[in-house]
């Protein structure tokens, strides 16, 4: 048995999986707000989500990347996870702010986009997807037109299920004895 208290084992640990699912669960929960699908419901119904795990686990999933040497990863999550925090805590904002946030989000998004272009098809997919659907919502609100917003909360929630794949995908790969979720 060890005493030893420095942490060698959690460095070795990979918080990616954590935050794909919490970049996943989040998206498709604001998303499918988002759609109307479920009666009664609004995007704005999904703060508490977004703040607790859209914010504060991508963030902290964010830094332990970070730790680990992984520039991207720790980018996305960080800052994704600063966006979701800042959404969930800002309350109802006006339309020309809260469409300048969703603007500048996806510039964000685009940067990950461009980023992950070499990582494979799900990377591409998750950021690609999350660029359209901010941009869509952007468009939706700054327009008032909410036929555009549910176009977008359709992109945002695929983004989320692109996201939930990958995590579960990395989670899995290779436990069952073979590979069950390929992921490029």
């Known amino acids: 048995m060890s005493n030893d208290a420095s942490g060698a084992n959690a460095r070795s640990a990979d918080a990616g999986p954590l935050g794909y699912l919490a970049l ?7 998303g499918l707000l988002g759609t109307g699908v479920l009666s009664g ?11 607790l795990v859209g914010g504060v686990t991508l963030f902290v999933a964010g830094l332990w990347q970070f730790r680990g040497g992984d520039r991207f990863s720790g980018t996305a999550f960080t800052a994704l996870g600063a966006f979701w925090a800042t959404w969930a805590a800002a309350g ?25 272009w070499g990582s494979g098809l799900l990377a591409r997919a998750v950021y690609g997807l999350l660029t359209l659907a901010l941009v869509l919502n952007a468009v939706g609100v700054l327009s008032g037109s909410g036929g555009w917003g549910k176009v977008g909360s359709w ?23 073979r590979v069950a979720l390929p992921v490029k």
Request: charged content about 5%; hydrophobic content about 60%.
């Open 24 to 30: 996943g669960l989040t998206l498709l929960a604001y």
């Open 41 to 51: 419901t609004t995007t704005g119904g999904a703060a508490t989500l977004a703040h």
């Open 92 to 116: 109802p904002a006006g339309r020309h702010t809260a469409g300048l946030l969703l603007l500048l989000w996806a510039l964000l998004a685009l940067t990950l986009t461009a980023a992950a």
């Open 155 to 177: 992109f945002a929630a695929l983004a989320g299920l692109a996201a939930w794949y990958w995590a579960t995908a990395t989670l899995t790969g290779g436990r069952w004895g």
